[in-house]
C-alpha cells in the first residue's frame, strides 16, 4: 500500500528537485578516498541543497563502519559484502535496499563489482527508473583488465534497459556505445567538477626546489613506478627537485623499495593528504610545480582537472580520458611506455614553462549537480513514475 501511495504522490511532482527521491547505489563511500566516492559525495551533497532527497546505499558494514548517519544532508546506508579482503563487493542486501522503497530515480555509480547488477536488477524488477555512470578505470590485475570486455557484454542487457548511461567524458559514449552496440542518443555527458577550495595564502610553490606530484591510489596501473623512475634523470638537471607520491595503497612496498634501489629515497614522500579534505588538497598541490598522472587508465581524472583548476602544469600519459584532456591542450601528453628520461624531459619542460596566467575555465561541481539534477527531472518524468 505503501508503495503505491508513493507512486500516486509521483505523479503530482513538477520535478523541479525538490522532495525527488533519488537513490545513489556505489560499491564504497566515505570514509574510503577515490574518484567515485569524490564524486557521489560532491554531487551528492549539493543535491541534498537543492533539495532533492539523497541516500546512499554502499557497503561498508563488514569494516565496523556505522550502520546508517547522515553527513552533510545525505543519508548513508551501509551493508555488509563479501568477501572481507577483496574488491568484488557481493551484497545481496542491496536488492533489499533498493526494492524496499519507492525512488523517483535510482543511480548506480560504477559498473565494475557486483553491486552494480544488483541494484539494477532490482530496479528493474521494481519498475523503478535508473540511470549508471561508469566510472571506467583500470585495475592492477592484468586478468581483471582482460576481463572487462566480456564483463560489460554480461552486463548489456542491464544497461541497456537503463534509462540513461551517464558519460563524465566524451570518449565514453563513443568506447562504451562501440562495445554495447548502444546509440549515442543512449547516453548523456555530465563532467566531473574541477574546482577546489582556495589554497591557504601561504601555500605557494616551495622555493627550496620545483615539487613535482604523482596523485592517485597507489597501484601498479597508476604509473607511479614511471615518475619515480623519471627521478635520477630529473635530479641531474634541477638537484633540488622533490617528487610527492599522493595516495596510499599495497603498492607503497614496491614504490618504497624502488626509491631505495635508484638512491632518490631521501628525494621522496609518499604519503596522501589525511584528514584535510578538499581544503587541505588544494592547499598541498598548490606548492607543486608540476602534477603528472602516468596511469594505464583514467576516464575523467579528478587529480589532474583539479590541479588545471589550481593553474598547475599537468603532463599526463597519452592514454583513454587522460588523451582527452591533452586534446584539449590543458595537459602535455607522452606515450604511456616513455623510458625514464623521455618522462623526465617533459616534467623537466613543464617545470621551465612559465605559469598559467590564469586557470582554465573548466566546470564545477555545481555544474555536475545541476546536469545530474536535470537528467533525473527528464527521466522521472519520462518514466511516467508508475510505468
Known amino acids: 500500500m505503501s508503495r503505491l501511495r508513493g507512486r500516486r504522490v509521483c505523479r503530482m511532482r513538477d520535478y523541479r528537485g525538490a522532495g525527488m527521491r533519488v537513490l545513489m ?22 543535491l541534498a541543497k537543492l533539495g532533492a532527497e ?5 557497503t561498508g558494514l563488514e569494516r565496523s563502519l556505522p550502520r546508517a548517519e547522515s553527513v552533510d544532508g545525505v543519508s548513508i546506508r551501509r551493508v555488509r559484502a563479501w568477501p572481507e579482503r ?13 526494492a524496499a522503497e519507492v525512488w523517483d530515480v535510482v543511480h548506480v555509480q560504477s559498473f565494475h563489482t ?30 581483471r583488465n582482460r576481463l572487462r570486455g566480456t564483463q560489460l557484454l554480461a552486463l548489456r542487457p542491464l544497461l541497456a534497459r537503463a534509462d540513461r548511461l551517464v558519460a563524465v567524458a566524451r570518449f565514453e559514449i563513443e568506447h562504451y556505445g ?24 601561504k601555500a605557494t610553490p616551495d622555493a627550496t626546489g620545483p ?20 627521478l635520477p634523470h630529473i635530479l641531474r638537471r ?22 631505495a634501489q635508484l638512491g632518490v629515497s631521501d628525494r621522496v614522500r609518499i604519503e596522501a593528504v589525511a584528514g584535510d579534505g578538499p581544503e587541505g588538497m588544494a592547499s598541498r598541490l598548490a606548492e607543486a610545480a608540476v602534477v603528472v598522472l602516468l596511469s594505464e587508465y583514467e576516464t575523467h581524472p579528478l587529480a589532474a582537472i583539479e590541479a588545471l583548476a589550481l593553474g598547475k602544469s599537468v603532463v599526463v600519459a597519452d592514454t583513454s580520458g587522460l588523451r582527452e584532456l591533452a586534446d ?47 537528467l533525473y527531472r527528464a527521466v522521472a518524468k519520462g518514466h511516467a513514475c508508475g510505468s
Open 328 to 374: 584539449q591542450g590543458l595537459a602535455r601528453a607522452i606515450p604511456l611506455q616513455s623510458d625514464p628520461a623521455a618522462v623526465a624531459a617533459a616534467v623537466l619542460a613543464e617545470i621551465d614553462r612559465p605559469s598559467l596566467a590564469r586557470a582554465p575555465n573548466l566546470p564545477t561541481w555545481d555544474d555536475c549537480a545541476a546536469g545530474h539534477l536535470a
Open 178 to 201: 562501440r562495445r554495447l552496440h548502444l546509440p549515442p542518443d543512449k547516453f548523456v555527458l555530465i563532467p566531473n567538477g574541477a574546482d577546489l577550495p582556495p589554497a591557504a595564502p
Open 238 to 259: 634541477a638537484p633540488d627537485a622533490r617528487l610527492w607520491i599522493a595516495g596510499t595503497g599495497a603498492y607503497e612496498p614496491e614504490l618504497r623499495k624502488l626509491a
Open 54 to 58: 539523497i541516500t546512499v546505499v554502499t
Open 25 to 46: 547505489v556505489t560499491p564504497r563511500f566515505r570514509p574510503d578516498v577515490g574518484g567515485v566516492e569524490r564524486h557521489v559525495e560532491q554531487v551528492g551533497r549539493r
Open 114 to 143: 557486483l553491486v552494480a547488477p544488483t541494484a539494477m536488477l532490482a530496479a528493474l524488477r521494481q519498475k523503478l527508473p535508473y540511470v549508471v555512470t561508469f566510472h571506467g578505470g583500470g585495475h592492477s590485475s592484468r586478468l
Open 86 to 98: 577483496r574488491d568484488y563487493y557481493l551484497a545481496p542486501r542491496i536488492y533489499r535496499e533498493v
Open 211 to 230: 615539487l613535482i606530484a604523482s596523485v592517485g591510489r597507489l597501484e601498479r596501473y597508476k604509473g607511479h613506478h614511471r615518475i619515480l623512475a623519471a
